[in-house]
């Protein structure tokens, strides 16, 4: 097995909420480990507050992290410090941001916004530049590119926005591609077109890419793999149709259940993930359909899904999972 | 600035300070030595001496335009410091953040707190009289407020997509925060710098009538600090200070004019045209046409 | 054409300044009745509710059309009089909770608001008012004391649902409730939704740029494109043979659902810009269906009981 692009270890991050009598924190990751290989589609999915968003800047490097390691090809990405990943590194990974009308510089033009990774990792001279925005924004459905490279990014709609925006997450020709909710703030019926032209990009140039989505459908169809996280811990990770289809992980099961139009109630009790100062054991428990006292205070162990492809591939973080695995004994 | 043009109170700003701008930087060539004895003592204006003479029998005419030369050249200057001086060290504040956030942050707050008028009086009254020991008094005392607004509004940029984005492209923080943060700023910048300069020549004219400028120079500070020396009032010369003042208040009323015109660009719903009558949202108007 | 329809717009203009952004749009809504609207951004379908109520602001304006509640025209009533209608009979739930509810105010102070500004004056009334407001939404009357900052996004979705409904008024307009919140709060929003229509039986306007959300919810869908509702359909006839090519290219370009297994296809092209002059029919550029009558702008006709198209293709039938 080749060598993962992205090895994600034990990945933790907290925030410090203050407070002087009582110190409080919010635990947005907790023990995370999952792996992108190269040319790979990992989806990470979850709702608001399961850490998603925080876990794709740690590794895009706008964010440190507590505790835990990242990998980016073997190399260990620093933890600590500000903004920007060591010089040899930027360029091999880049960010496609949730918000297109947040994310383009307001006083820039489309080509500024392209020129200057380009430049700053040189995958143009100064005088190839124009030829080559262009060029990008053919390939990401902006044609003629000529109507949009001199444009500001008021004079266009949100999927036009944000096509711009993954163009420019392309130019430096990273290895590895964050996109955070790419696709959720543009209307339902332009979606498909922007997501199809990225997945073509992505076959076509062999990224990896780690799709940050609340989206289940999304992540069916263009994911590889696909790891569902609540509450900042990783649930279930596996192959995204097989879980999807037959999730056995009691939130995972929720989930569908809720993308699906079906009339019946959704499983379990509603509530909101608790990640500010948690307690131990299971961070679903106090809504799971399932729950025993064992899921409140002890450690849950991970399940290991038998004859998946390769072995160890669907792992679920649950006391009683759905149907009953071998314990794999890990973490 | 073409926008401003259309706004009607930023075009009568504009006028009023160009021509201003143009009187005390040409006007000098036309009339004559401010310093000069040039008749009888505290006379009223006449044909031949526009504004009547000072107590000391100079034309008030050539000192009022003269004047203007080193009170509107400062206070330009010290208004673009003032601006800069902020926007360095609150921009650097806001970028990085942390720790340097946190010193920078105190130096403000300290000079915030020091109490202006009297730092003003006691670094004045030490320096060596001068446009220099002038300018830097000024910027000494009026940096921080700048500083303050423009670090909140950098870290508020600094949190936003598109400079993520620029920081992961792989841009140094230095371009990040001077071709795609600035350029956001522009008419907060620009806002800043007409009320600094509005300050520093409000400041430079209190100081000096205070008797704390140079009293040899020509300027609008020091004809007043001479007009009321002279007992003005108490003659009832008012032609020794009311032009003068006269000035420096059109200066400000030019200046607070331009404002609302960079007001307006920023933020349309204080155009003139809107809230026409009834105060507070109105619902959705409706016109028929038949 | 029905019983008493609650609300009735009629052939609305709105403009801001010099640029038509709804062309002569009109809407029924009958007691009881959930209608829904969708479009994709851009084609007015905030513009339109929102203007027929008269909540937009300037530079907004209306030129033209009659909006007739409870049989009053809204757009000839002076401010003191508008200011009765809305909230008592027509509500509104906007589109972000977030930025509709006051975050220097508590929950309470948003419910007195509201009642006083009907001259519910009596503390106590007040206090049960809201009270019963929180419970129907589902949530603790004890988190009344809260700020809009400490509840999550769903939750304050629902006090804005709840706040829509303090004076049980008969129409309440939804402006995208769903689209900030994520696919399992937004089920639970929908459920709480049909179970309070069930309740209360007010008549509703559902706006969305998500078609299938509205066929599991909606009686009835009216489709705007570009300023012009192009399909007015019970929704079990949507996307089908009578239905308008803008309908059915929607439904073929939204993403399959996770139970789906569905090939997407998008609309090839782009809507038109706010302002652009089209003449005839404004989907004709992007439509597979285009022949030469349709730069002759087609009207609405009747194709069914019920069922409106504006497409030059429509059989009209004879209304009964």
């Known amino acids: 097995m080749s060598r993962p692009l992205l090895d994600v270890r034990g990945l933790g991050v907290t925030f410090d909420r203050g407070g002087w009598a009582r110190p409080s924190f919010l635990r947005a990751a907790h023990r995370v480990s999952f792996t992108v290989h190269p040319g790979e589609v990992v989806a990470l999915v979850g709702e608001s507050g399961s850490g998603k968003s925080t876990i794709g800047r740690v590794i895009a490097g706008l964010q440190p992290a507590a505790t835990g390691q990242v990998l980016l090809d073997g190399t260990e990405l620093p933890t600590a410090g500000t903004a920007g990943l060591p010089a040899h590194l930027r360029g091999r990974v880049q960010m496609v941001f949730q918000d297109p009308y947040g994310s383009l510089n307001p006083v820039h033009t489309v080509f500024h916004h392209i020129a200057r990774p380009l430049l700053l990792h040189k995958r143009a001279t100064p005088g190839e530049l124009r030829q080559r925005v262009s060029a990008l924004l053919e390939q990401v459905g902006l044609s003629p590119a000529e109507d949009f490279i001199d444009r500001k990014p008021q004079a266009l709609s949100g999927g036009q926005r944000q096509r711009v925006a993954i163009a420019r997450a392309l130019a430096p020709r990273p290895d590895l591609l964050v996109a955070d909710e790419p696709t959720a703030s543009l209307d339902v019926s332009v979606r498909m077109s922007v997501l199809t032209m990225f997945r073509k990009l992505q076959k076509r140039r062999q990224l990896g890419v780690l799709l940050i989505t609340h989206d289940l459908a999304s992540a069916r169809w263009m994911a590889d793999r696909i790891v569902v996280l609540y509450a900042g811990q990783v649930m279930e990770q596996g192959p995204a149709r097989a879980v999807l289809t037959t999730p056995r992980h009691p939130y995972t099961q929720l989930l569908v259940a809720a993308g699906s139009r079906r009339p019946e109630p959704l499983p379990g009790k509603p509530g909101l993930p608790p990640v500010v100062d948690p307690s131990p054991g299971c961070p679903f428990a106090e809504r799971c359909p399932r729950v025993t006292f064992g899921c409140i205070d002890d450690e849950v162990t991970v399940h290991v899904a038998p004859d998946t492809e390769p072995p160890g591939a669907w792992r679920v973080r649950c006391h009683h999972p759905d149907p009953h695995l071998p314990t794999s004994g890990a973490q | ?290 | 054409m029905s019983a008493c329809p609650i609300l009735q717009i009629k052939d609305l203009h709105v403009a801001y300044g010099d640029t038509e952004v709804l062309a002569g749009a009109s809407l029924d809504v009958q007691a009881g009745e959930l209608v829904g609207l969708v479009g994709e951004s851009g084609s007015g379908k905030s513009t339109l509710v929102q203007g027929a109520l008269r909540l937009l602001p300037f530079p907004a304006q209306i030129n033209g059309g009659e909006v007739i509640v409870d049989g009053v025209d809204l757009l000839g009533l002076s401010h003191a009089e508008l200011r009765r209608t809305w909230w008592d009979k027509v509500s509104l739930v906007p589109q972000n909770a977030l930025s509709a509810l006051n975050p220097m105010l508590t929950l309470r102070a948003h419910f007195d608001e509201t009642l006083l500004a009907h001259g519910i004056t009596d503390p106590a009334e007040r206090h049960k008012r809201a009270e019963d407001g929180m419970r129907m939404v589902e949530l603790a009357p004890s988190r009344l004391a809260a700020h809009p900052h400490m509840l999550s996004g769903g939750m304050r979705q629902r006090v804005a649902i709840a706040l829509a409904l303090v004076l049980d008024p008969q129409l309440v307009v939804f402006d995208e409730p769903t689209t900030a919140l994520d696919v399992v709060v937004e089920r639970q929003i929908l459920d709480q939704i049909s179970s309070l229509r069930k309740e209360r039986g007010f008549g509703a306007i559902f706006i969305t740029h998500d078609l299938t959300l509205l066929q599991s919810i909606a009686d009835r869908v009216a489709v705007l494109y570009a300023g012009q509702i192009v399909e007015n359909a019970p929704v079990a006839e949507l996307g089908g043979p009578k239905s308008h090519p803008y309908t059915r290219g929607l439904l073929a370009a939204l993403p399959p659902r996770l139970d789906e297994d569905r090939h997407a296809v998008p609309i090839p092209g782009a809507p038109p810009r706010v302002g652009d002059a089209i003449p005839g029919c404004r989907f004709a550029p992007r439509c597979v269906e285009v022949v030469a009558a349709c730069s002759e702008r087609p009207a609405l006709k009747l194709v069914g009981p019920g069922h409106q198209v504006a497409c030059v293709h429509a059989l009209a039938v004879e209304s009964s």
Do not use: K
């Not at chain 2, 060539?29 to 107590?55: C, E, I, K, M, Y």
């Not at chain 2, 200070?241 to 030019?254: D, K, N, Q």
């Open chain 2, 1 to 290: 600035m073409s926008v401003l043009w259309c706004h009607r109170q930023a075009r009568v700003g504009l006028i009023l300070l160009a021509l201003m701008v143009l009187a005390v930087f040409v006007g000098p060539l036309f009339v004559g030595d401010p310093d000069a004895f040039v008749g009888r003592p505290l006379d009223p204006p006449s044909l031949s001496h526009l504004l009547g003479t000072t107590g000391q029998g100079q034309d008030v005419f050539a000192q009022t335009i003269v004047g203007g030369r080193t009170t509107l050249g400062l206070g330009l200057v010290v208004g673009l410091a003032v601006v800069m001086v902020g926007s360095v060290i609150g921009g650097l504040a806001g970028y990085i953040g942390g720790r340097v956030d946190d010193v920078l942050s105190f130096l403000i707050n300290v000079f915030l707190v020091l109490p202006g008028l009297p730092l003003m009086v006691v670094l004045a009254a030490y320096l060596p009289a001068g446009p220099g020991s002038m300018a830097a008094v000024l910027i000494l005392t009026g940096w921080a407020w700048n500083a303050r607004v423009l670090r909140a509004q950098v870290a508020s940029f600094r949190r936003r997509d598109f400079v993520e984005a620029a920081i992961v492209a792989g841009e140094s923080p230095m371009r990040v925060l001077i071709v795609e943060i600035l350029p956001n700023m522009a008419s907060l910048l620009g806002g800043s710098v007409l009320g600094a300069t509005t300050y520093a020549v409000g400041a430079q004219v209190g100081l000096e009538f205070l008797g704390l400028g140079d009293l040899g120079a020509v300027t609008w500070g020091t004809n007043l600090y001479w007009a009321t020396n002279d007992s003005a009032l108490l003659t009832g010369s008012w032609w020794t200070f009311v032009p003068t003042g006269t000035c420096v208040a059109l200066t400000g009323l030019s200046l607070a004019l331009i404002n609302f015109g960079l007001d307006s660009v920023t933020n349309p719903a204080l155009s003139a045209d809107v809230g026409r009558g009834a105060p507070g949202p109105q619902p959705t108007p409706v016109r028929r046409s038949t």
